[in-house]
């Protein structure tokens, strides 16, 4: 494997939140064998001299949907998954481009997608999965029309959701997605935009049920990340043990506090209502399903102000569906009017690396740690608006050792 030397670089150390200048950074073997701060001597490396330019951990997206070509989830589930298996390769090479080198998959994404990164059979950010979504009937995962009772329960149509109801179906549900490779266990556990049959309100699963898919996956390892907009919602899964609230608009003080009590990482993903409400029904979504954005989309920015006043951990989460990809990079400017820089450039990193359990090896620029870094043209703590300046960010993007991206 090749060796670079990345010279005269300004390192981001995220766990101290300062810009460490003038420093050596010699990548061997696809990790970060060493960072000084004189220069170091490695003739058989490529030298890069970044001239004072940012180098920093790779971005961690803690909420995407890579197989979601569109924004309507019935034409989804009804197209060939090997259309959607392509479309995703090109979508996963576009998170790789704006800096993403981890991404996690909550809903669609499978073990042959897993594979075929790993593989190297298209360039991508490394791929962590939940197979599908487990949605009750009639839940955000159901996106079946009033009328319809028809259901294509065959695992490999390529929709973003399972529908399972009951403990035993449940049970049966989570330990299948983990025979097949899964990083975590996705549940609905309340109303959604995209579903046409719930309310944004409602509660969804048992407790009992929801109970026995935490207990599946606490016993493989693993952990469970659920959908939830309501505080009642919220409350009712991080006591029963859910780890990963997605989303989470319509948080209060009092959901806010059981998260910290209890560990849970909040997920906010503010970028998909404003794009949304902007371009939803070009994407793809139903007129009146983009109507529906509208009762969480002034809210998110409150409950992400809560809990960072209130320590919460969160991590950075986008999903973005279709043609609205491309915005992956504006989370960090929408929640910039509440978070300060270092913790916005935290939450793409080392908070989705602690999230993801990877904290030992990813998310930081570290003596040890997998050569997952971008470079960026300036100091993202001072100014995150380069984050979302393609002028400006990333000049460069290295996965495992190898430059994917450069345009220095």
Same mark, same amino acid.
């Given at each position: 494997?090749?060796?670079?030397?990345?010279?005269?670089?300004?390192?981001?150390?995220?766990?101290?939140?300062?810009?460490?200048?003038?420093?050596?950074?010699? %990548?061997?073997?696809?990790?970060?064998?060493?960072?000084?701060?004189?220069?170091?001597?490695?003739?058989?490396?490529?030298?890069?001299?970044?001239?004072?330019?940012?180098?920093?951990?790779?971005?961690?997206?803690?909420?995407?949907?890579?197989?979601?070509?569109?924004?309507?989830?019935?034409?989804?589930?009804?197209?060939?998954?090997?259309?959607?298996?392509?479309?995703?390769? +090109?979508?996963?090479?576009?998170?790789?481009?704006?800096?993403?080198?981890?991404?996690?998959?909550?809903?669609?994404?499978?073990?042959?997608?897993?594979?075929?990164?790993?593989?190297?059979?298209?360039?991508?950010?490394?791929?962590?999965?939940?197979?599908?979504?487990?949605?009750?009937? #009639?839940?955000?995962?159901?996106?079946?029309?009033?009328?319809?009772?028809?259901?294509?329960?065959?695992?490999?149509?390529?929709?973003?959701?399972?529908?399972?109801?009951?403990?035993?179906?449940?049970?049966?549900?989570?330990?299948?997605?983990?025979?097949?490779?899964?990083?975590?266990?996705?549940?609905?556990?309340?109303? /959604?935009?995209?579903?046409?049959?719930?309310?944004?309100?409602?509660?969804?699963?048992?407790?009992?049920?929801?109970?026995? %898919? $935490? +207990?599946?996956?606490?016993?493989?390892?693993?952990?469970?990340?659920?959908?939830?907009?309501?505080?009642?919602?919220?409350?009712?899964?991080?006591?029963?043990?859910?780890?990963?609230?997605?989303?989470?608009?319509?948080?209060?003080?009092?959901?806010?506090?059981?998260?910290?009590?209890?560990?849970?990482?909040?997920?906010?993903?503010?970028?998909?209502?404003?794009?949304? %409400?902007?371009?939803? $029904?070009?994407?793809?979504?139903?007129?009146?399903?983009?109507?529906?954005?509208?009762?969480?989309?002034?809210?998110?920015?409150?409950? %992400?102000?809560?809990?960072?006043?209130?320590?919460?951990?969160?991590?950075?989460?986008?999903?973005?569906?279709?043609?609205?990809?491309?915005?992956?990079?504006?989370?960090?400017?929408?929640?910039?009017?509440?978070?300060?820089?270092?913790?916005?450039?935290?939450?793409?990193?080392?908070?989705?690396?602690?999230?993801?359990?990877?904290?030992?090896?990813? /998310?930081?620029?570290?003596?040890?740690?997998?050569?997952?870094?971008?470079?960026?043209? #300036?100091?993202?703590?001072?100014?995150?608006?380069?984050?979302?300046?393609?002028?400006?960010?990333?000049?460069?993007?290295?996965?495992?050792?190898?430059?994917? $991206?450069?345009?220095?």
């Amino acid at each position: 494997m090749t060796s670079f030397l990345f010279e005269n670089a300004s390192v981001l150390d995220v766990e101290a939140g300062e810009i460490l200048p003038d420093r050596s950074v010699l %990548v061997r073997d696809g990790r970060i064998a060493e960072i000084a701060d004189t220069k170091v001597s490695a003739s058989d490396a490529n030298a890069i001299d970044l001239k004072g330019k940012t180098l920093m951990p790779g971005l961690i997206d803690c909420h995407v949907h890579v197989t979601a070509f569109t924004a309507n989830f019935a034409e989804l589930a009804r197209t060939s998954p090997f259309y959607v298996a392509a479309k995703a390769g +090109e979508i996963m090479n576009g998170m790789l481009k704006r800096g993403f080198t981890t991404v996690r998959d909550v809903g669609g994404a499978d073990h042959g997608l897993s594979r075929a990164v790993e593989e190297g059979v298209f360039d991508a950010p490394r791929l962590q999965f939940c197979g599908k979504a487990l949605s009750q009937t #009639g839940g955000h995962g159901d996106v079946r029309a009033p009328g319809v009772e028809a259901y294509d329960s065959a695992y490999c149509q390529p929709g973003l959701g399972y529908i399972v109801d009951g403990v035993p179906e449940l049970r049966r549900a989570a330990r299948g997605e983990i025979r097949r490779g899964a990083h975590l266990i996705k549940i609905m556990g309340g109303g /959604g935009i995209s579903s046409p049959t719930d309310r944004i309100t409602s509660d969804q699963f048992s407790e009992e049920e929801i109970a026995a %898919v $935490v +207990e599946e996956a606490e016993m493989a390892n693993l952990y469970v990340a659920v959908h939830a907009y309501t505080a009642r919602s919220i409350e009712r899964c991080v006591k029963l043990g859910v780890r990963s609230i997605e989303h989470g608009n319509l948080a209060t003080e009092q959901s806010i506090a059981l998260m910290k009590e209890h560990g849970a990482i909040l997920v906010p993903t503010l970028a998909i209502y404003r794009a949304l %409400v902007e371009e939803g $029904v070009k994407a793809g979504l139903p007129e009146e399903l983009v109507d529906k954005t509208y009762e969480v989309l002034d809210a998110g920015i409150n409950a %992400v102000e809560m809990a960072y006043k209130a320590g919460v951990p969160m991590a950075y989460g986008t999903d973005l569906l279709g043609i609205m990809h491309r915005r992956q990079l504006t989370e960090f400017g929408l929640r910039a009017e509440v978070v300060k820089p270092v913790d916005l450039v935290r939450a793409a990193t080392i908070n989705g690396a602690r999230l993801i359990r990877r904290e030992a090896d990813l /998310g930081l620029v570290k003596e040890g740690y997998l050569a997952d870094m971008i470079v960026v043209d #300036g100091n993202p703590l001072d100014d995150i608006g380069i984050m979302e300046n393609p002028e400006r960010s990333p000049k460069l993007v290295m996965k495992d050792g190898k430059v994917l $991206v450069d345009q220095l």
